[in-house]
Each structure stands twice: as structure tokens, then as C-alpha cells.
């Protein structure tokens, strides 16, 4: 098939969203499809995978947020009318399509939860337009003509999508995110001890990692409040944040250095994976958190909640926690306690590894394929041209 993936962002070395579109890209390649994929932004310079063609489109890099979003899609439809694709897949909020992938969750569902006074709502959308121009193209994609199938990357964001768009259950597909099997394995364990040596752990602290960009959203704060001042727990933090606010917020709670690393950004996340002893991420809404799965793979037990759709593959006290409530800081301090014990991360660490074997890549972009083929004879069965 020749196959248009369109991703805001196409990088390795960024957020999620943009790990993923790479990895989909590359495994759809692998699988024979000719891939080309459209982007906002890309690493400068990075040359894209072999076989993948990549074109960046102009998104009014000079305008307010929701401009930016409008014009993307807008300028995204010029392309993609001469390139005769026999199926648009499209892992950020454009249309029409042929299969959107929602890794982003539901973003009506996210206000919701972040400001659940519809007042404060209302005047968050005034003020930040680019929320409502995400919502409204969520909205669009939904409707029907403007799609063929949906995928969401959790049960979690299947009934989401369903309860807020009214779409046919047949018509969403959960198609979980994958992992490289080469980076995240046991074997980032080698990574120990120079990185416990460069962050000042000691080989004798129990450490938690902590690894987000929006450290709010993601619980940090509740993670903090579930530590014991000297106690032998050290939660290693990873990624970008307001690290005043946080540093201010340990003190407050009596927590010295030896409770909270701030490690800041990296490019190799995998040492960091090697450093520790288990992952937390106590967050308020994700629809599948890759570092779970990351964590997971490379023998991490996984502390997370329900709101987490990644939350789907933990089995509760067997290779990690689940919690109920996202800021529930005595329960995550009962978990801990429990993490603290060698032989109980031991168990479970062996457990999550053998929960994420079968989580390939491979496996993924398989599926995608085999959705978008769905997608195209039900096309052909209806006498649509491509897109």
C-alpha cells in the first residue's frame, strides 16, 4: 500500500507522539508499504529512515498556537490531494482520513478533567484558543465521511471516544503502542552503577523513577507527598518541568537531596531505566504512558493509576500497582513501602518483562497495516477514490 502517515512532530529523540510516528513509519516500511509521511516539524538533522519519505508541512510558525493547528491541517490537504494514497493515517487531529490513530487520548475529555468547572472551562478555551481548535477538529474527524476507522492505543480511550463522538464500537480498534525490544530490555542493568555514581545515589537507596515532561499532569506532586523523610527511597526525576516549584514543594515536606533527584532532560532514557529499582506515575489522565511500557519491558515493576491506559497491562500486586485515585499519596506510600523489599521487586520486575514480550513494534505497525487494509476495501466497497 502506499500509505500517508501525518504526525505534528517526527523525531527519536522528542516526546512520545513523535517516538511513535518514527517507529510506526520504519516497521510500516519494513512490512513493503511505500511510506510517506507528512510532518510539522522534524529533527533538522536527522535524515528520515530508509524508505520513508518525509515532507514537512508549513504550519504558520509565526502565529498563535491555534492558528498554527488550523493551517496544518489546511496546508496539509495540498499535499496529500497529488499524492493518490490508497490510505491516510493520521496520529495527530486532521481530516478527512481514512484511519486516525487517537494516541493523544481525547482532548475534550482532558478539560474536562483539568478544569471541571465548566466556568473555568469556558474562559480556558477564550483564552487559550488552541484548545478549542483541537476539540472542534476532534469534533470533525468523528463525524461521519471524515473518517473510516479509529484507533485507540487503550480500552481506555476506545470508551472515551465512543461516550463523547457516539462512534460504532466496530468501528474503533485498540491497538496498544509497542517497544523496542533492543533498547528496553533487562540488559539496561549495565547502566547502574555509572548512573547512580553520576547522580550521587547510592548503591543502597531504593529508586523510583519518575520520568514526564509535564510533571503536573503526571503527579509529581503526589509522588513527593508518598515519600518518607529519610526514608531509603529516592525518586529520580527525568524530563522537563517548573523545578523550583517542586524543589520548594520536597522542602516543604522535609525531603533532603537524598528523596529527589532532578536529573533533567536526556536522549538515552534507557540508562535511567537501568538505574532503578521500579517506575511511578501517579498521573491524572494518559491514554497509554510509553515509559510504562518502556519500564515494564527493561523489568521494572510499574506503579500507575487507572486513568492511565497502560494501566491495562499491569495486573495489580503482581507486576506492579494501579491505583485508584491519581493524588491518593497514602496509598502510593503503601505501595512503596512495599517496592522497598528486594525480592517483591524481584518477582515483580520478572513478571512485567514477561507481560511486555509480545509488545513489539513489529506488532503495532502490523496491525495498523492490517486496519488500514480494512480501511481501503471498505472504500473500494463504497466506490471511493484515494484520499
Not at 33 to 52: C, L, S
Not at 292 to 305: F, K
Request: hydrophobic share 40%.
Amino acid at each position: 500500500m502506499r500509505i500517508a502517515l501525518v504526525s505534528r512532530g517526527f523525531s527519536l529523540s522528542w516526546g512520545g507522539a513523535e517516538r511513535v510516528a518514527v517507529s510506526v513509519a520504519m516497521e510500516l516500511t519494513r512490512a513493503g508499504h511505500d511510506v510517506h509521511v507528512y510532518a510539522g516539524r522534524a529533527e533538522a538533522a536527522a535524515a528520515p529512515p530508509d524508505g520513508v519519505t518525509l515532507h514537512r508541512v508549513p504550519s504558520g510558525g509565526a502565529f498563535p498556537s491555534a492558528i498554527k493547528v488550523l493551517s496544518f491541517n489546511r496546508n496539509l490537504r495540498e499535499g496529500l490531494n497529488s499524492g493518490g494514497y490508497d490510505a491516510v493515517l493520521g496520529l495527530t487531529q486532521v481530516f478527512p482520513l481514512d484511519v486516525y490513530r487517537a494516541s493523544g487520548g481525547v482532548h475534550a475529555h482532558w478539560m474536562r478533567l483539568r478544569y471541571p468547572n465548566r466556568l473555568a472551562r469556558a474562559l480556558k478555551y477564550m483564552t487559550s484558543p488552541v484548545h478549542l481548535a483541537v476539540v472542534w477538529l476532534e469534533k470533525k474527524i468523528m463525524e461521519p465521511g471524515n473518517h473510516r476507522l479509529i484507533i485507540a492505543n487503550s480500552n481506555l480511550v476506545k470508551g472515551h471516544i465512543k461516550g463523547y463522538f457516539n462512534v460504532a464500537d466496530a468501528d474503533v480498534r485498540v491497538v496498544y503502542n509497542g517497544v523496542d525490544r533492543d533498547v528496553f530490555n533487562p540488559g539496561v542493568k549495565r547502566f547502574r552503577e555509572e548512573v547512580r555514581r553520576r547522580l550521587g545515589v547510592g548503591d543502597e537507596r531504593v529508586v523510583g523513577l519518575f520520568v514526564s515532561n509535564n510533571w503536573e499532569r503526571k503527579g509529581l506532586a503526589t509522588v513527593l507527598r508518598a515519600l518518607s523523610p529519610g526514608g531509603g527511597v529516592t525518586v529520580v526525576v527525568v524530563g522537563r518541568g517548573r523545578k523550583g516549584r517542586f524543589s520548594r514543594l520536597a522542602k516543604r515536606l522535609g525531603l533532603g537531596g537524598e528523596s529527589v533527584v532532578f536529573a533533567g532532560t536526556t536522549e538515552r532514557i534507557e540508562e535511567f531505566y537501568g538505574a532503578a529499582d521500579f517506575s511511578v506515575l501517579p498521573t491524572q489522565y494518559d491514554p497509554c504512558s510509553n515509559t510504562c511500557l518502556e519500564a515494564m519491558a527493561c523489568g521494572l515493576p510499574v506503579v500507575t493509576t487507572m486513568t492511565n491506559g497502560a494501566s491495562e497491562l499491569v495486573t495489580h500486586g503482581e507486576n506492579g500497582f494501579v491505583l485508584d485515585e491519581w493524588d491518593d499519596a497514602r496509598t502510593l506510600k503503601g505501595f512503596l513501602t512495599q517496592l522497598a523489599d528486594g525480592r517483591t521487586r524481584e518477582r515483580m520486575g520478572a513478571k512485567a518483562h514477561e507481560a511486555m514480550r509480545d509488545f513489539t513494534w513489529e506488532r503495532t505497525a502490523r496491525e495498523i497495516a492490517g486496519i488500514c487494509g480494512e480501511a481501503v476495501a471498505i472504500k473500494r466497497k463504497k466506490g471511493a477514490g484515494p484520499r
